[in-house]
């Protein structure tokens, strides 16, 4: 799908506001993520009350990252060169972060409110013609932009929809980002930038944003990221054939 891979990202919202940058966290904690050999940094907030010190973990060149912040924690994997052989499958980083995750809200006992499950990459390089064609698939448009083609665009939809998951029943929101742009990427570690016009796609699963209690605890966080591995193949493979006129 992906010819170049930017970014996984996988997140539990709770509220963690109490939780600052301490040795006994980061010592335990490190010591359950050492197989991937994790470094320990300080993650600055800035919150209501000032500047705090939050706990973050990356791996050397930063291809995993850990952020434990007062709101939100992310789990992501970054691409370590151009062509992102890295990053896996989404399959593979959905069931890993999920156990980071779990770790976290295992350790500190607490409840998130909200998780979400995001990927982000780059389609093949195309021709002005294709670019046209999925603009056409894309949008109506006025008169002036039928003779002067637009070299970017941005096209974005969200929707809501029930899920079933761990037994419960949940409003999951998915959001599809579709835009053609100009410029780079940097790459930790690599020299270069990858310059580019091309198709960016951003797929984006969460739960209701409308829903604050928190209700998901480590026990059934894997059975919305195991669920969302799927919603995300089924979105993607279809969004990706409309985008270049497959069906």
Do not use: C
């Amino acid at each position: 799908m992906f010819e170049t891979k930017l970014k996984y990202l996988a997140s539990v919202f709770w509220d963690a506001d109490s939780i600052i940058a301490n040795p006994q966290d980061i010592s335990t904690l490190l010591g359950k993520l050492s197989p991937e050999n994790f470094i320990p940094l300080t993650l600055v907030e800035q919150t209501t009350e000032g500047l705090k010190n939050r706990i973050a973990f990356q791996t050397s060149g930063g291809e995993w990252q850990l952020m434990i912040a007062g709101k939100r924690a992310n789990v992501f994997r970054n691409p370590t060169d151009l062509d992102s052989p890295n990053m896996g499958s989404l399959a593979d980083f959905s069931l890993k972060a999920s156990s980071y995750l779990q770790l976290l809200l295992q350790h500190f006992n607490i409840k998130a409110n909200r998780l979400a499950l995001i990927q982000e990459g780059l389609l093949k390089p195309m021709t002005e013609d294709e670019f046209k064609a999925i603009y056409n698939r894309l949008f109506k448009y006025p008169t002036f932009y039928s003779q002067n083609s637009p070299f970017e665009w941005n096209w974005k939809s969200v929707s809501s929809t029930e899920r079933n998951m761990n037994h419960q029943t949940e409003i999951v929101n998915t959001l599809v980002h579709i835009l053609r742009y100009q410029g780079e990427v940097r790459i930790p570690k690599q020299p270069e930038a990858l310059n580019f016009d091309r198709i960016k796609v951003d797929f984006d699963i969460n739960t209701t944003h409308r829903n604050p209690h928190p209700r998901f605890d480590f026990t059934n966080i894997n059975s919305f990221f195991e669920n969302a591995i799927l919603w995300h193949q089924e979105l993607s493979e279809s969004i990706v054939k409309f985008i270049l006129g497959i069906e």
